[in-house]
């Protein structure tokens, strides 16, 4: 199994991505190179530089304004950081379990997203625990919503339930967004720590507005420049877009249905999709997991790809699970 943290180049521009999870920070030019930039693909714990780090199913990536990394490294149960000479420490965790601490004397259960506020405070979402956490700058963990039981209720920090929250997204006003995956719903929770429900309700697919809406498994999540919030449809191989008022659309994908095309719209086909970021320009990238290809959307829907083949594997630079490209 890969687990390593891979780069996609497009001329000089620099994007990190991971296999669940991808970060871009800047729009992209044409010709794509795929190389390693942490990890070698064995499984494991261990910081170091470049490929002598090593990882567990990371997941989800993101980035502060100094260039640096952060990483959800799933199966480690860790939030690991990665400078932009790519050394590799860990910057929160241990063991499996849950508490609030500094470190590594903090510990998390299976953390599935990451997002980082303009103060450089990292915001995780602690699939395992139903919770969401916050780290600052110098390592200090506690819990920012949820209270550790499994289920679905709005209300202030620990008095809201999450059930699986799988992406995570932080917008200018400091508001997170949260896939909540199993709750098939998109909450918002508010600097002072409101947690309400944005859109979904029960698993399904449904266009609407607020709980009209129906998501199946919603898994990531990225603010566009437009300030809508992009989903990562999962169960629904399909990619929408949520206003900050709760309407919701679909932006490119079959509306249920699973296959591989590019196109525009519901022309586009996806494949139990995953991870996404979003550039200057609005254009989106994500992992199209079981198509094993690096895909991009134009803010008009239009679909192409940009890396991967139909078989999964390493030396042809393709996606396989617990690599990060």
């Known amino acids: 199994m890969i687990a390593q943290l891979r780069l996609l180049h497009r001329a000089s521009l620099l994007s990190a991505m991971l296999f669940f999870g991808l970060f871009v920070p800047i729009s992209f030019l044409n010709a794509q190179v795929v190389s390693t930039f ?20 990371p997941i989800d990536i993101a980035a502060d304004g100094a260039g640096n990394f952060y990483v959800a490294d799933r199966g480690n149960h860790l939030i690991r950081k990665i400078t932009s000479a790519a050394a590799v420490t860990t910057f929160a965790g241990s063991t ?60 202030n920090g620990t008095a809201a339930q999450f059930r699986n929250p799988y992406g995570v997204a932080v917008d200018a006003s400091g508001n997170v967004y949260v896939a909540d995956y199993q709750n098939h719903a998109i909450r918002v929770i508010t600097p002072s720590g409101d947690v309400t429900t944005l859109a979904g309700s029960t698993q399904g697919f449904a266009d609407g507005t607020g709980t009209a809406a129906r998501f199946s498994n919603p898994s990531s999540v990225a603010i566009a420049p437009s300030g809508n919030i992009i989903v990562v449809d999962q169960g629904n191989s399909t990619i929408r877009e949520v206003t900050p008022a709760g309407v919701v659309t ?23 999709p995953i991870g996404l970021a979003i550039d200057g320009a609005g254009n989106i990238t994500l992992g199209d997991q079981s198509n094993n290809r690096i895909r991009v959307i134009t803010p008009s829907g239009a679909a192409t790809t940009i890396a991967g083949a139909a078989a999964s594997g390493f030396t042809k630079y393709l996606l396989k699970r617990n690599s990060v490209f």
């Open 38 to 57: 942490a990890g070698n693909g064995t499984t494991g714990n261990a910081n170091g530089t470049g490929t002598a780090a090593r990882f567990d199913g």
């Open 96 to 155: 499996n379990g849950w508490l609030d601490a500094t470190g590594t004397g903090a510990r998390f259960s299976s953390p599935s997203g990451v997002a980082v506020d303009a103060s450089g405070n990292v915001y995780v979402a602690d699939f395992g625990n139903n919770r969401i956490r916050k780290i600052t700058p110098g390592g200090v963990v506690t819990t920012f919503a949820g209270s550790g039981t499994a289920g679905n209720a709005d209300g």
């Open 250 to 272: 679909a932006l490119a994908g079959g509306n249920g249905l699973n296959g591989f095309a590019n196109g525009t719209g519901t022309v586009a086909r996806f494949n139990n």
